[in-house]
């Protein structure tokens, strides 16, 4: 109803104008109408559409129009009216100056604030894409390989340093006090400024963090009683064993069984965490690596590693949170197939035939 109502105080604009020109001819009558109804609205054009300033990642994709981005920021609660949205950009000839890109933009500023923001797209950007399940060296490899960002400096940055750099996101508090941020460095695509520099990009990847892990999601790992860094740790296992997301939610579940039975975790890429080297992050797991002397053998030590081994995506770290409930206990990738599904198993003898159908002896 309330875009109705702007409709309806253009239209009663329109007539207004025509009244007062008469009959007189004018260069531009959708200009001068224009700039009528913005006038009547000038409170609601410094009116912001809310009072939360959370920071909102929005993105224009390339051929949207200035009514599909209205209608877009009207949907995620960043303007309340689109049809005054659409006649300010129309109005001050910024409806084409749009342009693909992502932005940074609040509820708690106006439509000018926000028109403005959308007009720099085009500005120069470095892009870099997180894979899941890296470990922090690999990432920070990445960060370096695909941008300006110095290895060593994002390293730092994401080991020790984050804890003065003053990132005000409430699960960071949680962290144990010699944490560092391996788990929390969300796997996705980033864009970043032209210079961008390592806290550019982590303030953005704790930002996602926290957006996809919803409250919703440590609610549930809460009343399993995990606490968001325990989550994110067996989120990471989960990470590193499946390769289909179906086989993720039961995978996730073996392990809340085992963890349930007071059973050691057995997962081999705890082992393979430990032994990791820069040569090779992740060693081909055997028998005997289980003998290493590391907290995250989970071979011989009771319970979940002290942290997380990767970064995690979204769907491991929701079939954590909410795992496949069934008597599984065991589990082992399925030799029939070359698809990287897994065979699972309620005893261990059922578990033994696998293991010897799969040529283990």
């Known amino acids: 109803m ?44 410094e009116q912001p559409a809310g009072d939360d300033d959370t920071p909102v990642t929005f993105v224009v994709e390339a051929g949207e129009t200035a009514v599909d981005i209205a209608a877009r920021l009207k949907r995620e609660g960043l303007i309340s009216d689109v049809e005054l949205f659409r006649r300010y950009l129309q109005y001050h000839n910024l409806d084409a100056g749009i342009e693909a890109g992502e932005f940074t933009l609040r509820q708690t500023m106006t439509i000018p604030e926000i028109a403005q923001v959308l007009q720099q797209g085009q500005r120069p950007e470095q892009v870099v894409t997180i894979q899941e399940g890296l470990r922090l060296e690999q990432v920070a490899a990445a960060v370096a390989a695909q941008t300006s960002i110095p290895q060593d400096e994002f390293l730092s940055l994401v080991t020790t340093g984050w804890r003065d750099a003053g990132f005000a996101f409430d699960f960071l508090a949680d962290l144990p006090p010699d944490a560092t941020l391996e788990g929390f460095l969300f796997p996705e695509t980033y864009r970043l400024p032209e210079e961008p520099v390592a806290a550019d990009l982590l303030g953005r990847m704790l930002e996602t963090f926290g957006t996809r892990v919803t409250l919703e999601m440590r609610a549930a790992a809460a009343e399993r009683g995990l606490s968001l860094y325990e989550l994110v740790t067996l989120a990471s296992i989960v990470e590193r064993e499946a390769v289909l997301d179906v086989d993720r939610p039961v995978i996730a579940g073996v392990y809340h069984n085992r963890l349930d039975a007071e059973w050691f975790l057995g997962a081999c890429p705890t082992v393979q965490y430990a032994l990791g080297t820069p040569d090779n992050w992740w060693p081909q797991f055997t028998l005997e690596a289980t003998e290493v002397d590391s907290s995250y053998n989970t071979y011989h030590n009771l319970g979940l590693p002290p942290a997380p081994i990767c970064s995690p995506g979204q769907a491991s770290i929701q079939a954590a949170a909410y795992p496949a409930d069934t008597d599984y206990y065991f589990f082992l990738v399925d030799c029939t197939k070359n698809d990287g599904s897994h065979l699972f198993a309620v005893t261990d003898e059922e578990h033994l035939r696998n293991y010897e159908m799969c040529g283990g002896n």
């Open 2 to 45: 309330r875009n109705t109502g702007r409709g309806i105080a253009f239209s009663v604009a329109l007539i207004a104008v025509v009244i007062a020109v008469g009959g007189c001819s004018l260069s531009s009558p959708d200009d001068l109408l224009i700039g009528v109804y913005l006038e009547a609205e000038a409170a609601e054009l």
